[in-house]
T-cell receptor
Framework: EDKVVQSPLSLVVHEGDTVTLNCSYE??????LLWYKQEKKAPTFLFML????IEKKSGRLSSILDKKELFSILNITATQTGDSAIYLC????????????FGTGTRLKVLA | NAGVTQTPKFQVLKTGQSMTLQCAQD?????MYWYRQDPGMGLRLIYY???????DKGEVPNGYNVSRLNKREFSLRLESAAPSQTSVYFC??????????FGNGTRLTVT
């Protein structure tokens, strides 16, 4: 059965800290790994990763995929209170069903 | 530039009542999805529509029906609401292999 597992489930840090969020996956016919940020409402897209070892970066956020070990990490440097959110990881497949497999998310709280 | 629009934002139902959650997207996406989100369970797929005219069951379809009215609109119907259907419901859409775009959600409480 396909699954995506995220760790830790929750995390509390102080502003300025660096955090690493983990996502491991077992997805049949894997196509890509996606990261989303969810604050109060809709999840918003952060990164899509399809190739191993190539870091994607956006400001203080970066992410990388390891297709051999089947995991991805999301790094946030110099955290700010605005980074407080649930971070969701999802696997996409080539199976033709167009469905994502979501992890349960990591809840990050950044204290001032 | 609305993206994915869901209505209503909030709803309270009594057990046994019915309702329809509406979703519309203006991005000309082929595929549309309904998810529910519960604490500790992540996002679980209820139904999806890979293209206009087709619908398929997801992970948790029991108690729900859907209609892909046209390319823009995908509605979710609860025929006889149960307390277990208390949740936050998200509609999403995508074009091809692009990332999902989500609506802002409907918070449903069934008493």
């Amino acid at each position: 059965e396909d699954k995506v597992v995220q760790s830790p489930l929750s995390l509390v840090v102080h502003e300025g800290d660096t955090v690493t969020l983990n996502c491991s996956y077992e997805v049949t016919n894997f196509r890509s790994l996606l990261w989303y940020k969810q604050e109060k409402k809709a999840p918003t897209f952060l990164f899509m990763l399809t190739s191993s070892g190539i870091e994607k970066k956006s400001g203080r956020l970066s992410s990388i995929l390891d297709k051999k070990e089947l995991f991805s990490i999301l790094n946030i440097t110099a955290t700010q209170t605005g980074d407080s959110a649930i971070y969701l990881c999802a696997g996409d497949t080539t199976s033709g069903t167009y469905k994502y497999i979501f992890g349960t998310g990591t809840r990050l709280k950044v204290l001032a | 530039n609305a993206g994915v629009t869901q209505t209503p934002k909030f709803q309270v139902l009594k057990t046994g009542q019915s309702m329809t959650l509406q979703c519309a997207q203006d991005m000309n996406h082929n595929s549309m999805y309904w998810y529910r989100q519960d604490p500790g369970m992540g996002l679980r797929l209820i139904y999806y529509s890979a293209s206009e005219g087709t619908t398929d069951k997801g992970e948790v379809p029991n108690g729900y029906n859907v209609s892909r009215l046209n390319k823009r609109e995908f509605s979710l119907r609860l025929e006889s609401a149960a307390p277990s259907q208390t949740s936050v419901y998200f509609c999403a859409s995508r074009a091809g292999n692009s990332p999902l775009h989500f609506g802002n959600g409907t918070r449903l409480t069934v008493t």
